[in-house]
C-alpha cells in the first residue's frame, strides 16, 4: 500500500529563488532515497504538495515538515492508504504558481503537464485529486 498526504502550508519567510532550488535538490535526493515521490507547488506564499510513499515514510516525511521553520500553518487536507501512486514518475515535480496564468508554471514541470495534472485531477470520483484540483484554482486566482 502507498500512503499519500496531501498538504499546504504557508511560507513563514521570503525565499528567494535559490533558497527554493536550494530546498528542491535536498527533496529531490532525499525523496528518491525514501521511494517518495509527488509534485509541490508554490505560489511565493503558499505551498501545495502530495507526498507518496512506502506506508509510514510519508507520515515521517510530512511530520518533518510540520516541524520546518520554513512552513507555517501547515495543514493535511488528506491522508489516505491507496494501491497504487498516482506519480510514480515525478520524485518530485515543482511548479512555480504565477496568479491568473498556467502559462508561467516552471521547474520541472512543463506547462503542458500542468494542464495535464488539472485535466487529470478533474476526472473520477477521488477527493485526493478533486481536492489538488480545487486549490489548484484558488492559488491560480
Not at 26 to 50: H, I, S
Not at 64 to 83: F, S
Not at 112 to 117: N, S, T, Y
Request: aromatic letters at 8%; one cysteine or more.
Amino acid at each position: 500500500m502507498i500512503e499519500q498526504i496531501f498538504y499546504r502550508s504557508d511560507v513563514a519567510t521570503t525565499m528567494s529563488a535559490e533558497d527554493l532550488e536550494m530546498l528542491l535538490q535536498k527533496a529531490r535526493a532525499k525523496n528518491q532515497g525514501l521511494e517518495v515521490t509527488g509534485f509541490l507547488l508554490f505560489d511565493g506564499k503558499r505551498f501545495l504538495q502530495l507526498l507518496e510513499g512506502p506506508e509510514g515514510v510519508a507520515k515521517r516525511l510530512y511530520n518533518e515538515i510540520e516541524t520546518d521553520n520554513r512552513h507555517q500553518n501547515v495543514h493535511a487536507m488528506v491522508r489516505e492508504m491507496v494501491e497504487r501512486r498516482c506519480f510514480s514518475n515525478w520524485s518530485m515535480a515543482y511548479a512555480a504558481l504565477e496568479a491568473g496564468s498556467l502559462q508561467h508554471f516552471g521547474g520541472t514541470m512543463t506547462s503542458q503537464m500542468a494542464l495535464d495534472l488539472v485535466a487529470a485531477m478533474r476526472q473520477g470520483n477521488s477527493y485526493l485529486k478533486s481536492s489538488v484540483a480545487d486549490f489548484l484554482m484558488d492559488m491560480l486566482r
